[in-house]
């Protein structure tokens, strides 16, 4: 049985998957899967033959590949999962801010390359378009971070218990608040 903070982020019974394009760095593609962990993302696919060719999960110190599949496909469009919005994180004219947009309850979240765009064909598929508003670009693996924090920001779950905290934290960490107050 899951513990009820992982329920939480399952949104009303919606999903999130993350779609990578070529990506470059197998720390980045490491790093994006802690995040797919701590946010309750369903899958990650990424496309390409870069990661394949230096894949290696150096940041995902937690081995969340092991829970999270990681799918290679020969195109994201072939993987938009049934039922899901697929959203296109880009850095382009017209684009949507993340601050004003409203995350669909099951989302297919598309990113393109560190060194790159997303093809033509991808933002076609895509029903909405949004970028995160910062002065310059982040990298791949903080940008799938910000998305996923805004989707559980904007979602409403609330967390006002310690389980979370519990069933997250590193093993070194076993600090309690109140006893250090009580002091």
């Given at each position: 049985?899951?513990?009820?903070?992982?329920?939480?982020?399952?949104f009303?019974n919606?999903?999130?998957?993350?779609?990578?394009?070529?990506p470059?760095?197998?720390?980045?593609?490491?790093?994006?899967?802690?995040?797919?962990?701590?946010?309750?993302?369903?899958?990650?696919?990424?496309?390409?033959?870069?990661?394949?060719?230096a894949?290696?999960f150096?940041t995902d110190?937690?081995?969340?590949?092991?829970?999270?599949?990681l799918?290679?496909?020969?195109t994201?469009?072939?993987?938009?999962?049934?039922?899901?919005?697929?959203?296109?994180?880009?850095?382009?004219?017209?684009?949507?801010p993340?601050?004003?947009?409203?995350?669909?309850?099951?989302?297919?979240?598309?990113?393109?390359?560190?060194?790159?765009?997303?093809?033509?064909?991808?933002?076609?598929?895509?029903?909405?378009?949004?970028?995160?508003?910062?002065?310059?670009?982040?990298?791949?693996?903080?940008?799938?971070n910000?998305?996923?924090?805004?989707?559980l920001l904007?979602?409403?779950?609330?967390?006002?218990n310690?389980?979370i905290?519990?069933?997250?934290?590193?093993?070194?960490?076993?600090?309690?608040?109140?006893?250090?107050?009580a002091?």
């Open positions: 049985m899951k513990p009820k903070y992982i329920e939480a982020f399952m009303d919606g999903f999130a998957c993350i779609g990578l394009t070529n470059k760095s197998p720390s980045n593609v490491g790093a994006v899967m802690r995040a797919a962990g701590c946010y309750g993302v369903n899958s990650v696919f990424y496309t390409g033959k870069r990661f394949d060719n894949r290696k150096a110190t937690k081995k969340v590949y092991q829970n999270i599949p799918i290679g496909a020969d994201l469009e072939s993987m938009i999962p049934l039922g899901a919005t697929p959203v296109a994180i880009e850095l382009i004219e017209g684009a949507k993340l601050t004003e947009y409203t995350h669909p309850k099951s989302a297919f979240y598309m990113f393109g390359p560190e060194d790159g765009s997303l093809a033509k064909e991808s933002l076609k598929m895509c029903q909405d378009v949004i970028y995160v508003p910062t002065q310059g670009c982040m990298n791949l693996a903080a940008t799938v910000v998305v996923l924090y805004d989707r904007k979602s409403g779950v609330t967390f006002n310690d389980e905290i519990r069933g997250s934290r590193d093993n070194n960490n076993n600090i309690v608040l109140s006893e250090l107050i002091r």
